[in-house]
C-alpha cells in the first residue's frame, strides 16, 4: 500500500545517494511496531528492513521472548551514504511516512511500538534524551504506548552491551506478557536457613527423581549447586554451607534418577567437589534434558528458551544475576537461589512433564 510511494520519494538528497528506499514490511495488525534508525548497507542493497545482522539479532531476541508478530519499519527510510546518522532534515523528510504506516495499523489490545536507537527516539521524542527516554514507563506516541531500547547493532561493535539490550528485551516482553514473569521461586529455599539436612534429604528421596544444578567458576569450581524434588520447590546450597557437601554425595550414590540440562556442562564440576572420579558418575540416572530437545527436534535446546515455550515462565537470565561468576558468587544467597534453583526445577519439569514419555516410550 505504501511500498511504492516510498520507493517513489525524492523529498531529501538521500534518494540520490542510496541503491533504493526501503520501506516497512510486516502484518499491519501486528501486536509490535519496531522502528529504527535507517537502513543499513544489507537494506539498502535488498529493499527490506532489518535483514542484516543487527535484524537477525533482533528477531531471534524478539521471537526467543515469544513476541512472532511484528511490523519493521525505520524513521528514515534511506540509507544515508557512508553509514553515516541521519540528519534533522532527513528524519523530517521522512517523517510523514512513518504516521502513515502508524496510522494503518491496526493492533491488538496488547500491542506496543519499539523503538530502536538514539536516533530514531529522538524522532518520536525531540526534547527527551535517550537515556531518560529508555528509563521511562509510561511513553506514548499517537495513543500507543512505547518502549525504547538499544538498537541490536550496539552489540555488533560492544558485546559488553548484550546485558543491556536483553534487559530492553525483557522489559518489552514484560509489557506484553506480564504473566509470563510469574514468582516460580516463591518456594525456593536456601538450604541451612529454611531447611536442614534431613528434611531435604527425605524430599529428595521420597520423590525419586530430582532436577539438579551446578553453577561454578570458569576453573569448574563450585559456587553452590541446586536441587529441586518438586515442581516450583528446590533448595540452593552454597558452595560453604555446612554438610551440603556431605547431602550431595549421598545423593550421587545412584539411587535417585537425575534431571540435569547439560550434563557435560555440570558433571565435571560436581565430580571436582566430591572428589569423584567420572568412571564413578552415575550416568544410567541421568536424564539429560538438553539431549531430549535434540531428540525432539526442538529449535532451541536452552533451557531458558523451553522453559518460556512449554511453560510460558520466563526465568532470570544469567546477565541479570551479572552477567559473570565472579558477580554471581557476590550476589546475596537468597538471589542466588531465585535464579539458581530454576535452572534445577525446570530441568526436572521438562523431563517429567514433556519429555520422559515421548523419549522412553514414543507417545
Known amino acids: 500500500m505504501l511500498a511504492e510511494p516510498v520507493r517513489a520519494c525524492q523529498a531529501c538528497g538521500l534518494h540520490r545517494t542510496c541503491r533504493r528506499p526501503v520501506p516497512g ?32 539479532v533482533l528477531r531471534e531476541a524478539l521471537e526467543r521472548n515469544g513476541i512472532s508478530s511484528f511490523y519493521l519499519t525505520n524513521a528514515v527510510k534511506c540509507h ?75 552489540l555488533l561493535h560492544d558485546m ?21 514473569r510469574l514468582d516460580y521461586a516463591a518456594n525456593y529455599q536456601v538450604f541451612g536457613r529454611t531447611i536442614g539436612f534431613v528434611e531435604a534429604w527425605e524430599r529428595a528421596m521420597g ?37 551440603g557437601i556431605v547431602l550431595l554425595d549421598d545423593l550421587m550414590d545412584g539411587r535417585l534418577d537425575l534431571a540435569i540440562h547439560s550434563v557435560q556442562a555440570d558433571a565435571p564440576v560436581i565430580c571436582k567437589a566430591l572428589g569423584m572420579s567420572p568412571y564413578d558418575w552415575p550416568w544410567n540416572k541421568v536424564r539429560d534434558t538438553a539431549v531430549a530437545a535434540y531428540v525432539m527436534r526442538e529449535p532451541n535446546i536452552g533451557l531458558k528458551d523451553l522453559t518460556f515455550k512449554h511453560f ?32 534445577a526445577d525446570f530441568a526436572r519439569r521438562l523431563w517429567v512433564e514433556k519429555y520422559r514419555d515421548k523419549v522412553l516410550y514414543g507417545v
Open 312 to 343: 510460558g515462565v520466563r526465568m532470570l537470565n544469567f546477565n541479570e544475576m551479572g552477567g559473570t561468576p565472579e558477580a554471581f558468587a557476590a550476589l546475596p544467597v537468597e538471589a542466588q537461589a531465585r535464579y539458581a534453583v530454576g535452572d
Open 207 to 243: 520423590a525419586g527423581m530430582i532436577g539438579l544444578d551446578a553453577e561454578f567458576f570458569p576453573d569448574l569450581t563450585m559456587i553452590g549447586w541446586s536441587m529441586s524434588w518438586a515442581s516450583g520447590e528446590g533448595i540452593w546450597v552454597p558452595r560453604d554451607a555446612k554438610h
Open 160 to 180: 559488553h552491551k548484550r546485558a543491556a539490550f536483553e534487559q530492553d528485551i525483557d522489559k518489552v516482553a514484560d509489557f506484553l506478557h506480564p504473566g509470563h
Open 80 to 154: 544515508p551514504p557512508g553509514n553515516r546518522k541521519a540528519r534533522n532534515e532527513e528524519r523530517t523528510a521522512c517523517f510523514s511516512w512513518l504516521l502513515a504506516e502508524l496510522s494503518l495499523w491496526q493492533p491488538p489490545e496488547d500491542h506496543l511500538i519499539v523503538v530502536l536507537g538514539e536516533d530514531a527516539s529522538k524522532t518520536l521524542f525531540p526534547d527527551l534524551k535517550f537515556t531518560a527516554a529508555r528509563a521511562a514507563t509510561n511513553l506514548e506516541f499517537e495513543g500507543h504506548p512505547v518502549k525504547v531500547i538499544l538498537h541490536p547493532a550496539a
Open 25 to 56: 514490511s510486516g502484518p499491519f495488525d501486528a501486536q509490535v511496531f519496531v522502528i529504527g534508525q535507517s537502513p543499513g548497507a544489507t537494506e539498502d542493497d535488498e529493499g527490506k528492513p532489518f535483514v542484516g545482522r543487527a535484524g537477525a
